[in-house]
């Protein structure tokens, strides 16, 4: 900023200065010069002319002009949807940034939902007070795939038999391999009849207790539901499903018996964090597809209550190690949780695997309907991939393979901007556990 002397014009220059609202007309014409924009930005240290919502939660820095980043992903003013893809190389900082997120978000009360399989949120689970759920070979904590839970459906709408037997044939894909036309009517009619054994038809009213009245009716809870050994029973009772019947073994008799159980956790916290990691990664889809199904519903539940589901390692359940039937299940939920007030939140390092399924249609598909994207160091070969599925410029393929720890590049709407994720010391300790490990 230029200053000039007050030559002959000490005293009403002096008296503009003191607290008088006093600024004489002939100073003003004597003194006055345009400001240039790079002049004018200096003097407000945080405008930024990319991100800064007013009711959104704190991110970081922008790299370029250190200007403060807010995001308030639930705006449906401003974005499409809620979803967020977060992708980086391994200690590129996602995983630390999706704790920040979490932890910020559960302040503000909203309800959060984590399937985990590499173990990495449940520190940050008991420090923020929220429920963990184990399932594997140790587990004490169980959730039975067959339950119907009253939330699944909404209000105005029917057909919780219907509904849940479609989840079911995607399940039983992962378990049993890809099933053609005949094998999946073959397996819904053993469905149909495994349900009836528990007085469970396509009309709805079956899924109530019958001593409940019309007006106070009480939904049939899992102890009232069938569980995987009653299913495996009714397998082998039909020469066509005998190959079914063998290839559950493993979940009746064998090192997956803790699926054959029924629903024994409460499931009423605003933070809850599905922990797969003990089922090893030839069984990891199916703890994953679990818990999908159970979040969804919980998700479903009320409209009017803001809630996130996060994907972590999402290209096991979209990826060519999937089917169809699961990753059309988890596009569903991109596609279609805005309306229930929610965001999904798909979160991988490995973005190759996340287009090979279908030639990349489900992948594409999820990312084209996340209207935030957030991307962390990634290597030459995955930032290939990721032109073609995304508008990135010449420049920006050289950022993202240059970026720092815990700096990313981030697509909010139209808008690019390349960020450093800040947190505060407190914030830290809670994310990677550091006082009380020190304490120990």
């Known amino acids: 900023m230029q200053t000039r002397r007050a030559y002959f014009r000490q005293e009403p220059t002096y008296r503009a200065c003191l607290p008088l609202m006093e600024n004489s ?10 400001v240039l924009t790079s002049g004018l930005v200096s003097t407000y240290p945080f405008i930024s002319s990319a991100i800064f919502d007013e009711s959104g939660i704190f991110i970081g820095t922008n790299i370029y002009n250190n200007s403060l980043v807010f995001i308030d992903r639930y705006n449906t003013n ?52 929220g429920t963990l759920l184990k399932i594997g070979p140790g587990s004490e904590t169980y959730i039975n795939i067959f339950d119907i839970r009253e939330e699944s459906i909404e209000d105005d709408e029917n057909g919780y038999l219907a509904n849940k037997i479609a989840k079911l044939i995607g399940f039983f894909n992962l378990i049993f391999g890809k099933l053609n036309e005949e094998e999946k009517a073959i397996l819904e009619e053993k469905l149909i009849e495994l349900y009836k054994l528990k007085n469970i038809t ?79 990664e030839e069984n990891l889809a199916y703890g994953m597809y679990l818990f999908t199904d159970l979040f969804w519903d919980k998700i479903k539940k009320d409209r009017k209550i803001k809630k996130a589901i996060y994907l972590d390692e999402i290209w096991r359940l979209i990826g060519v190690t999937s089917n169809k039937d699961v990753a059309s299940f988890i596009y569903k939920i991109f596609k279609t949780i805005r309306k ?6 798909a979160i991988t390092q490995d973005i190759s695997d996340i287009f090979s399924l279908e030639n990349g249609t489900y992948g594409k598909s999820i990312l084209n309907n996340s209207s935030i994207k957030t991307f962390f160091s990634l290597e030459e070969e995955n930032i290939k991939i990721l032109e073609q599925y995304t508008n990135l410029s010449e420049k920006e393929k050289i950022e993202i393979k240059s970026l720092k720890r815990g700096e990313c590049l981030m697509f909010v709407g139209d808008e690019h901007i390349l960020n450093k994720i800040e947190s505060a010391e407190f914030e830290r300790e809670l994310i990677e556990n550091k006082k009380k490990t020190e304490e120990n």
Do not use: H, W
Request: aromatic share 12%; proline share 2%; glycine share 6%.
């Open 78 to 129: 401003k974005y499409k949807n809620a979803n967020m893809c977060i992708f980086g190389t391994s200690g590129a900082g996602k995983s630390f940034y999706t704790k920040l997120l979490i932890l910020r978000y559960r302040l503000l009360g909203i309800e959060q939902y984590i399937i985990d399989p590499e173990r990495e949120y449940d520190n940050l689970c008991k420090n923020l007070d």
């Open 25 to 34: 007309k002939l100073l003003k014409e004597v003194s006055k010069r345009n």
């Open 340 to 345: 229930y007030g929610g965001s999904g939140v």
């Open 202 to 280: 396509f009309d709805d009213k079956s899924l109530y207790k019958e001593n409940s009245n019309l007006i106070n009716a009480t939904f049939k809870e899992s102890k009232d539901m069938p569980i995987l050994e009653d299913f495996y029973n009714i397998l082998g009772q039909d020469k066509r499903t005998e190959i079914f019947k063998i290839k559950l073994i493993p979940f009746i008799k064998g090192s997956l018996k803790f699926f054959n159980n029924y629903t024994n956790v409460k499931l009423d916290n605003k933070l809850i964090v599905a922990d797969v990691y003990e089922l090893g």
